[in-house]
């Protein structure tokens, strides 16, 4: 563990050297900071998501930046099955031979609209992209895992994911499910070398929180990059023997 495990955290440049992780969502926002962070500390990142120019974007960056090794995998999460997943283990396992973590960052918004008035076919889109998906990209990958020595799987929730709010529709339901399957996995995985936890970024400068919150300012808002340093704790070594929890930037930044 750091000497903090907090705000102050500062990752060693190297904290991710000779890991493979995976980010879901890497072609913007949350996820392409992420992505870009975890290769400037080292990590080979494979970088999945539904845009292949927005992929191929943050492809060239680590490869002018870094010394690491992208790769690319477009993939539209709505169309997630056991078969595509299991290509992907493949795909993993033939380019890099191991898998150290994956960020499930991908997620979709839909309708702000009452349960009464929620169109269904959104609700089954969004309920497979957050939820279904991880659990499928999980569960394939698991092998490698496994034998990763420190593994870190990371879901990212939202604060209607830990209280309900009208209007929030399967946006929110799709994260408390996330919720709890942080709890099944980290309880599962407890006497292994997986950890497992829950990522609320809070209100994040990103397309979607616009699109959530069409009025606000997003200037006053702390951007995707304010954040890294506990994406970084999390996927990272210095997370080893935390699992089964919930974090987000609000509490991590402490009580003062
Ligand atoms: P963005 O909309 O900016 O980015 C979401 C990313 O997910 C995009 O790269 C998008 O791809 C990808 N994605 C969406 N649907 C699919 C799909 N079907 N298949 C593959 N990839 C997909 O959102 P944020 O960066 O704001 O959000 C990232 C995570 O953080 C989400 O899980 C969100 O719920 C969570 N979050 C965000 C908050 C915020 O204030 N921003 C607050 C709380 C939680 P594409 O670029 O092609 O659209």
Redesign the pocket.
Known sequence: MPERADASYKPRVDLLAGRVILV?????????AAALAYARHGADVVL????ES?LEAVFDTIESETRTRPVVVP????HASEDAATILYHAIRREYGRLDGIL??????GPRTSIAEYPVADWLEIMH??VN?AFIVTRALMPLLEESPDASVVF????VGRRGRAAWGA?AVS?FALEGLVDVLADETRTGCIRVNSL??????????S??YPDEDPGA?PT?EDHMGLYLFLIGPDSQGITGERFDPASWAGPN
Not at 104 to 109: E, I, P, R, S
């Open positions: 879901t969502g890497a072609g913007d926002g949350i996820g392409r999945l998501g539904r845009t927005k993939a539209d999460l709505q499930h960052n991908a997620g979709l918004l992209v957050n998906a990212t929730s939202s604060g946006y994260k609320n970024p809070g209100a994040t400068r990103t397309a979607m929180r699109a959530a808002l995707p």
